[in-house]
């Protein structure tokens, strides 16, 4: 007889080496032919709602690591509220308007000037379709599981006649309004930004001194007395129409080389040093206040800057006498529609300087610079030029610099409702919490939105106008453009002229003549997102509103929160969402912002095709997504090792269950040996932990629980010792069929709670179960927490026999180094310690031997006792010598009562006993 085929060893066909990249796409199939998505909804419908909404990414170009990241964060919380009692539906979209579309198609060859606007605003749909197929396809890829035939997009006739709804109720509360001032204006894409559309990058700009001549000093100075000004942009100079101090700031009068100049105190010393002023004396201090109304002459042309008063003057920079041109800049617009002051902006919307410059017509505002300081210079005005590199506000999407630029727009009221808007910040959860402060500052701050763009491609603003200049917007006309819009799309807008568009007998009093005009400006693309919670979580009868989360980058704290923030409110006033996740950046491994330039550049189908998605998705489960993430090669080894432990769990746990039936074999927890008993209340607490993670959207947490369950639970102990029980004994020994139980619950376990994490591996494990019926394993829920009151006293017992466990590997290894023995069953283990150690261990209802996986154990006496040589470990001692026998063939335990049986001389007792009974 061979021994070896006596032994009960793992039968299971699910492979060892995982092959993801191939076998995914295979399961994806599967998915797709069985509709996973409709099935889990259809499982989980009349359970409570669960609302992700998704933000949607821009339709353009392939996914990076940050698209990653955020659709599996995503698709996570989906799966996993699905599996605790929701009905969590999830409807993926996407943001289709916008310039980059535009540029996009210039980019191909498309000359939009040859044809009409809504034959280009048709290209730019069709191309917007393109993106979306191939994103989703990658997202598909990836996993993400959801209503991807049915997805939304912003530029579906429905969703825009939603958008349109929206602006017709914030208009009609009045808070939208059509006002001239200054806004951050994008040359390069010749059109008003928004500030989410601004960020921030070093600049090289000329440093200015300019000195004003006083005309009228109102008999506080002097006529020829000079005010400096400071300014990095000399292009504003030629709107200049004042000068502003502050009333309370203390300013000096300054006599240098015969010339008298008038600076803030504060910035004497500076301003002398930047001028190099070799020898000046202070003639007079006095307040900004007396210095109001004061009339000084243009450094460039014929005409006065009136000196004024504001608050925003400060002593940071400068000379405390700030350059004020009401065209092109926030504060210098309100101080001087305070004083009168007409809105001069002598910049066209290419960023060319206008025949309001004479001397600069025609040059690009940029190129300006240069022509203009040496024009101050040979008027003897400029006191000083030098260069500076500083921080300055670019358009995001063409990365060049924007400038502030006064022209009539479309704007948001945020002053009409800003307290309604702070109130519903106070009342959404936010994770992390210093969300809420950020988001909240942010709106406490913000100015007017700006929402006109002067583009193409985009929702059209609804309004007419009539024939003295006065726009409309009524419900009447509201309600019939989105009427309109949501039968023919916004392309209805180009396409038709104004009287087809207007409601049929349409009059309005400022148009005696019945001659109304349209608006030809577009909505700001945050707009269009930003009014996804009517597009979509209203207007689709499977969601529902408010949402229960939003979880998007930490830059949609100023983008997308923040403008559906700011539309729900205002129309319903409360926020869009319960609560908001928001998660950091992704870098490269040193840190740095990826780039093709830097050639440091880590996509997501490179690591899916080299190692699959759900080693993808186990590193974002794996990270502190709440900060910036490293991205690199090395992390994705990280976690494909730990994947490979997971994974073999999972091969082991199945191949020992070959001929367990649960219905007949399980064993009921009270009589279970402790050890069993103490890994089933370590298997209660993973699954807390786990629960609680997905709960709490503590992904790293999921990721360290299950990792720790079965490298260190499981792999390193438990299932160790187990080889010496399932496949040794007979089939049916109750410790063998308590261990099955362990393992049993243990593998169904792990495949649904690592189901939103890996769901291709979990429900490729689920296809080998044939005592399942559901057809996946995301057709299940999660265990529920059994919290026996047997487990505080099991677990105080067995942490302190497991640390003593511990010392006794110790003394193992180092046996083992030391040659005394080569694997552990070769060894005899006494341990000496007090009496208490001595009744913990006695008290252990298995055989201590079999726990330390040696053949043989003694209990040697007191710490005392224990020899020299002895390895000590605090309260305890150990010592491993060589054990006494011979080697079974059958468990390889050595014994001193090999031989006993006559039938089976190679065999210890209990071997001989199993292969006689099950095998003779």
């Known amino acids: 007889m061979e021994y070896k085929d006596t032994l009960l060893m793992p039968k299971t066909d699910f492979p060892m080496r995982g092959n993801l990249p191939n076998r995914e796409p295979e399961m994806q199939k599967k998915w797709e032919e069985m509709d996973i998505y409709k099935k889990v909804q259809d499982r989980t419908k009349g359970r409570p709602f669960f609302i992700l909404h998704d933000g949607p ?59 009409s606007l809504a034959e280009f605003r048709k290209l730019c749909e069709e191309y917007a379709y393109e993106q979306i197929d191939n994103q989703r396809s990658q997202f598909k890829r990836i996993g993400v599981r959801g209503d991807w035939e049915n997805p939304y997009v912003t530029l579906a006739p429905a969703y825009e006649a939603r958008q349109i709804e929206v602006f017709g109720k914030m208009a009609n509360k009045g808070y939208i309004y059509k006002g001239l001032k200054p806004v951050y204006w994008s040359p390069s894409s010749e059109s008003s930004l928004a500030e989410a559309e601004i960020e921030y990058h070093d600049k090289k700009s000329p440093s200015i001194y300019v000195s004003f001549p006083v005309t009228d000093g109102k008999g506080v100075l002097a006529e020829g007395t000079k005010l400096i000004i400071w300014t990095t942009t000399p292009w504003t100079i030629p709107a200049n129409l004042g000068i502003t101090v502050h009333a309370e700031l203390d300013y000096v009068e300054v006599s240098v080389n015969g010339s008298l100049f008038v600076i803030a105190r504060a910035l004497l010393d500076e301003v002398a040093k930047e001028l190099e002023w070799a020898d000046y004396e202070v003639v007079r201090e006095l307040k900004g206040a007396e210095l109001e109304h004061i009339l000084t002459k243009h450094p460039l042309y014929d005409r006065t800057s009136l000196v004024m008063l504001g608050e925003h003057v400060t002593t940071d920079s400068g000379t405390g006498c700030v350059h004020t041109a009401p065209g092109h800049g926030e504060d210098d617009f309100l101080v001087g529609k305070k004083y009168g002051l007409d809105v001069l902006c002598p910049v066209d919307e290419r960023g060319v300087m206008t025949a309001e410059a004479p001397g600069f017509e025609g040059e690009f505002y940029d190129k300006a610079n240069k022509t203009i300081t040496e024009a101050l210079d040979n008027a003897g005005a400029l006191e000083k030029l030098s260069f500076i590199t500083h921080s300055y506000p ?62 193409v491609w985009g929702v059209p603003i609804p309004v007419f106008y009539a024939e003295n200049g006065d726009p409309i917007i009524t419900e009447e006309t509201i309600a019939h453009i989105a009427g309109l819009f949501r039968e023919h799309g916004s392309n209805v807008w180009l396409e038709r002229s104004v009287e087809e568009l207007l409601p049929e007998g349409f009059t309005h009093p400022s148009s005696p003549n019945g001659k109304f005009t349209k608006e030809t400006d577009i909505m700001d693309v945050w707009f269009d997102s930003g009014s996804s919670h009517q597009g979509v979580l209203v207007e689709r009868e499977e969601l529902n509103y408010p949402a229960d989360l939003y979880l998007e980058g930490s830059d949609q704290y100023r983008g997308w929160f923040n403008s559906s923030l700011t539309t729900s409110v205002a129309i319903n006033g409360i926020a869009p969402y319960k609560g908001i996740l928001s998660h950091g950046f992704t870098l490269d491994g040193n840190g740095r912002k990826m780039s093709k330039s830097l050639g440091n550049v880590i996509v997501p189908s490179k690591v899916m095709n080299q190692m699959g998605a759900d080693i993808l998705r186990m590193w974002v489960a794996s990270v502190d997504y709440t900060a910036d993430v490293r991205v690199s090669d090395e992390n994705f080894k990280q976690v494909s090792e730990v994947y490979r432990k997971i994974r073999n769990t999972l091969k082991f746990l199945h191949g020992n269950l070959a001929d367990f039936n649960e219905q007949e074999h399980r064993v009921a927890f009270e009589d279970m040996r402790e050890m069993d008993q ?16 997905y709960e709490t959207y503590e992904f790293s947490s999921i990721y360290h629980a299950l990792n720790g369950y079965c490298a260190n639970d499981l792999s390193s102990f438990y299932l160790d010792v187990a080889k010496d029980v399932v496949y040794i004994e007979a089939a049916d020994h109750p410790h063998r069929r308590a261990m099955q139980t362990v393992m049993f619950d243990s593998l169904m376990a792990i495949l649904k709670l690592a189901t939103p994490i890996i769901p291709h591996t979990t429900d490729e494990m689920w296809s080998y179960l044939d005592f399942v019926t559901e057809e996946s394993v995301q057709l299940v829920d999660f265990p529920e927490v059994d919290k026996n009151p047997a487990f505080e006293d099991l677990d105080a017992k067995w942490t302190k026999f497991m640390d003593k466990r511990d010392d006794v590997l110790k003394a193992l290894e180092e046996a083992r180094a030391a040659k005394t023995i080569g694997k552990s069953l070769e060894a005899k283990v006494r341990v000496y310690g007090s009496s208490e150690l001595s009744d913990l261990l006695s008290s252990i209802d298995e055989n201590p031997a079999q726990l330390f996986i040696v053949s043989q154990y003694e209990f040697g006496g007191s710490l005392e006792q224990a020899p020299e040589h002895a390895l000590k470990f605090g309260d305890a001692a150990v010592v491993v010598e060589k054990a ?7 468990c390889w335990t050595i014994s001193q009562e090999i031989g006993t049986s006559e039938a089976h001389p190679a065999l210890c007792p209990r071997c001989a006993n199993v292969v006689e009974k099950q095998f003779a």
């Open 678 to 693: 103490y890994m089933a209340m370590k298997l209660q607490k993973m699954i807390e932990a786990v629960r609680k993670g």
């Open 884 to 890: 006494q026998g011979e080697k079974c063939e059958r």
């Open 57 to 115: 990414p821009y339709a353009n170009g392939d996914l990076h690591m940050g698209h990653a990241l955020n659709k599996v964060l995503k698709d996570m919380v989906v799966r996993s509220r699905s599996m605790m009692g929701f009905n969590a539906p999830y409807v993926p979209g996407w943001d289709t308007h916008g310039l980059p579309i535009e540029q996009a198609l210039t980019n191909k060859g498309v000359n939009r000037k040859e044809m």
């Open 394 to 455: 670019h358009d995001w999407r063409t990365k060049k610099p924007v400038i502030y630029r006064a022209t009539a727009q479309w704007f948001v009221s945020i002053d009409a409702f800003r307290d309604q808007i702070l109130k519903a910040i106070n009342e959404t959860t936010f994770t992390p919490a210093w969300g809420e402060t950020r988001l909240f500052n942010m709106l406490r701050d913000r100015g007017d939105w700006n929402i006109s763009r002067q583009r």
